[in-house]
T-cell receptor
Framework: EAGVVQSPRYKIIEKKQPVAFWCNPI?????LYWYRQNLGQGPELLIR????????DSQLPKDRFSAERLKGVDSTLKIQPAELGDSAVYLC???????????FGSGTRLTVV | AQSVTQPDIHITVSEGASLELRCNYS??????LFWYVQSPGQGLQLLLK??????LVQGIKGFEAEFKRSQSSFNLRKPSVHWSDAAEYFC??????????FGQGTELSVKP
């Protein structure tokens, strides 16, 4: 089993530029999450999908962040435009219907300069 | 509101010594509780979880945790620490909406 795959692993961009992250969850996992982890902090949920529906996006800064999960499988998270404070690790996770634990990807470390 | 507190930001133990990482949670209902480990530059790996039943939970890599409802705690333990255990450890609670709420993390250093 490949696990949750994220790309890119690292991204450095200038402020005001757009950036996108991609996530491929574990096959058969209908729930997908995007978390943001600031330095020295625990991860915080940005958005949760059940299949292709965003069921919790209350923590997503919708003025600059957007996400989609086409066909209920892969997902992309986009920031446009990026700000210095967006520098963080963006983690994707997936889980199955029985909630037998979440599997996290390795994350994308974003640095905005 | 639900929350998780890990009182120790950084702990140093000697290799071979025992370890206990503290976790306290605030949650109205019966909690689903998790411990994750994160090595530098890596994602989070699940060590163990508690949903119900036996309050002493065994996990991977020789870790265990005990759920104590009266103390709202879910402390992680290991009888003998190895140098490879040096990492960041996160306790988390899942709320009814399926959202994981994490603590701030405890960084573990292991002295030779």
């Amino acid at each position: 089993e490949a696990g949750v795959v994220q790309s890119p692993r690292y991204k450095i961009i200038e402020k005001k530029q757009p950036v996108a992250f991609w996530c491929n969850p574990i096959s058969g996992h209908n729930t997908l999450y995007w978390y943001r982890q600031n330095l020295g902090q625990g991860p915080e949920l940005l958005i949760r999908y059940e299949n292709e529906e965003a069921v919790d996006d209350s923590q997503l800064p919708k003025d600059r962040f957007s996400a989609e999960r086409l066909k209920g499988v892969d997902s992309t998270l986009k920031i446009q435009p990026a700000e210095l404070g967006d520098s963080a690790v963006y983690l994707c996770a997936s889980s199955s219907r029985d909630r037998d634990g979440y599997t996290f990807g390795s994350g994308t470390r974003l640095t905005v300069v | 509101a639900q929350s998780v507190t890990q009182p120790d930001i950084h702990i140093t133990v000697s290799e071979g010594a025992s370890l206990e990482l503290r976790c306290n949670y605030s949650y109205g209902a019966t909690p689903y509780l998790f411990w994750y480990v994160q090595s530098p530059g890596q994602g989070l790996q699940l060590l163990l979880k508690y949903f119900s039943g036996d309050t002493l939970v065994q996990g991977i890599k020789g870790f265990e945790a005990e759920f104590k409802r009266s103390q709202s705690s879910f402390n992680l333990r290991k009888p003998s620490v190895h140098w490879s255990d040096a990492a960041e450890y996160f306790c988390a609670v899942e709320n009814q909406g399926g959202k994981l709420i994490f603590g701030q993390g405890t960084e573990l250093s292991v002295k030779p």
